[in-house]
């Protein structure tokens, strides 16, 4: 009987151990397919289910830059990109719901219902537009539709505020240009918001568009950042400030002036331009019809260029003192050596005649750029050879384009001398047959004003970084044209067209003035042959003891006033201006009245 | 266990058998101790010390927690913050472009002559090193008003514009400027809230009143 109780006993205990095996058994089959598939997962990856995980979680996003902005030399904003909301609707979306829910006004925890049509009058309201328009804009099968452009950000809050479905603001950024058409068309414009097309915006886009940066992050289910997950960020760099050397009020009263003269004279166009002598500065380059940037189809395509620049015109007698300081240059006169000029003179089978029918007089050189003198400027020019007067037009920059930012920039013409036919050779002396812009103008007198020493003009000071530092733009290379004293008696003769001369009408109080002016015959356009009409120019520097600026006037194509004397008053107010403005202390010493006619007066027996 | 069985003395049986050695009597059989349960010795209690360890294990999970929560909340706090800092950037530009508007020569210009004021005639210098006065300086008068051309005012969209429209001769600039303006406008009205009409210059528009800044 205890043998029975025996086997019994281990058989239980038997039992027990295999189940207690069994069990243990399972357990650890299924912890190791558990940890088998933590190895896998985690560790080899298999079905690269955390890379999908990361890609899903990861977003990059681009930074975009900031188109910098433009100013003048006192820091007067020119052009600026702002903040605006395109407002776009989704029709689809909106024409679903008959009513929608919006946070109530009075109690924020609160939604009240608002039915479609007054949520779309609501936004009418906002957006100063018709409800019959907005309805029909919000209604169709479509899922996008333009609402809205450029609006201001306070009113883009208050349409997000009013909850319509399917309406959404993208921002956007807009360039205005608070000044409007003052300096437009040397500003430029953009085309599509992005690049510049025009002027300054064109030329300097590049330094003007930044690079865009990029931020790498994770963003949750929530749509919030993951604060713990690795976040790159490449900062966008925005563009620089473009600083320019004009200076608004007197760009905008240069602008004015020479559109009231335009207008009043009947003219086709007109330009003003104002360079400092010592720096090559463009302080005021005056177009008229100027675009207004913001809104460039208001004027003409042929308006919405820089004409200073571009427009090249046979520049007439302000070529005159050029011709007359190479002489003085050449050593091949002086402002003193007498001259007796017949109304008509005749050279190598071509007669030149003067502006006024005259007697046989004598005139200095002096004289002779005094009183504008074809003839005599034919009698003095005449001994220079064709290529010295070639090579001396060139010296002074005529038939090369200056170096200025702007799009097509005109050099002119200047053809080689063995192209110039038997008038042309002379004519060219007296500014007719070679043609070039008022900035060529202005910057060959430059030299004279500057002890000969000829600078590139310069329209953009510098470039301002996004930490406020200034970095100048680089100057370009000047060179001698013609030596100190060769300016100064060209100065001297200048000085004393004004005060002894036809032109006194140049003249400034308080400050001693030199200036030539030019009525050329303008030839025809479109390949018409001949000339139409007349060019009227006056181009003079103050004050003449220290010459700071240096003032072109041109009216083309004048009904009335052909002549560049009438271009005297404009002269005056804006050199006035730009010397009153500037603080030019008033002129000392005695004013240069160079003898125009010479031993013996205006009849007497010449040299 | 199995029971220590007895083995019967061997039993002798007369004298014919020779008297064995007989093994020495095994000792008895020792008796075990029976078994009793001793009181166990009471034990200390180490309640505190499991306590203890839940503690610390609680109260590093709380701060984990708490850590999470006060970054999550610290990411909140930086969208908050930037939403402020645009609000602040589209303001300062809004205030900013209202200054240049008044800045622009156009309105200042305007707004010069809208208080009757003339540009100068003439203008004298006064040397204070030399004391002394050049130039020819002339009073202004007041119908020193010359048919000057008007630079119409910068065309942004709601800014206000006080150049006033031309009502002599229309001049080239106005003419040509006003037509597109007003095209581009007209296809803008719908786009574009606060569209002032004066900014067309229109020259059969009666000049507006000067308006008052923030309309």
Known sequence: ?607 | MSSVTTRPAIRTVGNTARKLATPAPQPAPRKRTPLVVVPSAPRRKSVVFVASCFAVLAAALVGVLLLNIQLSQGQYDMVALKAQQSTLTKKNQELSQEVQNFNAPQNLAAKATAMGMVPSAGQGQIDLDRSTVSGKAVAATKDEKAKSAIIAAPAIAGQLSVVPSSTEDQTTTDSAQKKPAESKTTAQAPAVPQVPKVQLNGGTVPAPAQRTPGN
């Open chain 1, 1 to 607: 009987m205890v043998r029975t109780g025996k086997t019994k006993q281990q058989g239980t205990a038997r039992r027990v151990q295999l189940r207690l095996r069994i069990g243990l058994g399972i357990m650890l089959t299924l912890l190791l397919v558990v940890g088998g598939q933590l190895v896998l997962i985690q560790g080899f990856d298999v079905g690269g289910l955390a890379e999908a995980a990361q890609a899903k979680r990861s977003r990059t996003i681009e930074l975009p830059a900031q188109r910098g902005s433009i100013v003048d030399a006192k820091g007067t904003v020119l052009a600026n990109s702002i903040i605006r909301y395109d407002v776009v609707i989704d029709p689809k979306q909106n024409t679903s719901v008959d009513s929608f829910r919006r946070a109530d006004p009075q109690d924020p925890k609160k939604t009240i219902k608002i039915s479609r049509d007054q949520g779309l009058r609501d936004l009418a309201g906002l957006l100063k537009m018709p409800f019959e328009d907005v309805k029909k804009a919000a209604t169709g099968t479509s899922q996008y539709k333009l609402l809205a452009r450029g609006v201001k950000p306070e009113t883009a809050d208050a349409i997000l505020e009013l909850s319509v479905p399917g309406v959404v603001t993208q921002g956007t950024s807009q360039r205005v240009y608070p000044n409007g058409a003052v300096a437009g068309g040397i500003i430029g414009f953009l085309k599509d918001g992005k690049d510049g097309i025009a002027g300054i915006e064109q030329t300097q886009n590049s330094v003007l568009t930044g690079t865009p940066g990029s931020r790498s992050f994770e963003m949750g289910a929530d749509g919030l950042v993951i604060p713990v997950a690795p976040d790159h960020i490449t900062p966008a760099k925005n563009g620089r400030t473009v600083k320019l050397t004009l200076d608004s009020d007197l760009q905008y009263y240069a602008q004015q002036v020479i559109q009231t003269q335009v207008n009043n004279l009947g003219a086709e166009w007109g330009s003003v331009v104002v360079v400092e002598a010592k720096t090559g500065k463009i302080v005021a380059m005056a177009d008229t019809n100027t675009p207004d940037p913001n809104n460039p189809g208001g004027v003409d395509a042929k308006d919405r260029g820089v004409r200073s620049v571009t427009a090249a015109l046979e520049p007439g007698s302000v070529e005159k003192p050029l011709v007359a300081a190479a002489l003085l240059e050449e050593g091949k006169s002086k402002p003193m050596e007498q001259f007796s000029i017949p109304n008509s003179y005749t050279v190598n089978g071509q007669t030149f005649e003067d502006s006024f029918s005259h007697p046989t007089f004598n005139r200095t050189l002096a004289g002779i750029l005094g009183y504008s003198l074809n003839t005599g400027t034919v009698m003095a020019g005449q001994r220079l050879s064709k290529q010295e007067r070639y090579d001396w037009l060139r010296r002074f920059g005529i038939g090369q384009a200056p170096n200025v930012p702007l799009p097509g920039v005109a050099g002119g013409i200047l053809s080689k001398p063995d192209q110039w036919d038997g008038r042309q050779e002379f004519t060219v002396l007296f500014g007719q047959g070679v043609s070039q812009s008022v900035l060529q103008t202005v910057m060959a007198y430059q030299s004279i004003a500057n002890d000969g020493v000829m600078l590139e003009p310069r329209l953009v000071d510098g470039y301002i970084n996004e930490d406020g530092t200034e970095e100048k733009a680089p100057t370009g290379p000047s060179r001698q044209v013609i030596s100190k004293s060769t300016a100064k008696q060209t100065r001297d003769m200048l000085e004393s067209v004004v005060t002894e001369g036809e032109w006194k009408d140049a003249a400034i109080p308080g400050y001693r003035v030199g200036a030539k002016t030019g009525t050329s015959e303008s030839p025809c356009d479109n390949g018409r042959p001949g000339f139409c009409g007349y060019t009227a120019s006056i181009v003079g520097m103050a004050p003449m003891d220290n010459p700071q600026y240096i003032v072109e006037v041109l009216v083309q194509r004048p009904q009335d006033k052909i002549f560049g004397i009438d271009g005297a008053d404009i002269f005056r107010s804006v050199m006035g201006q730009v010397l009153r403005v500037n603080n030019v202390p008033p002129s000392t010493g005695k004013p240069v009245h160079l003898d125009q006619f010479g031993p013996g007066g205006s009849s007497g027996t010449g040299k």
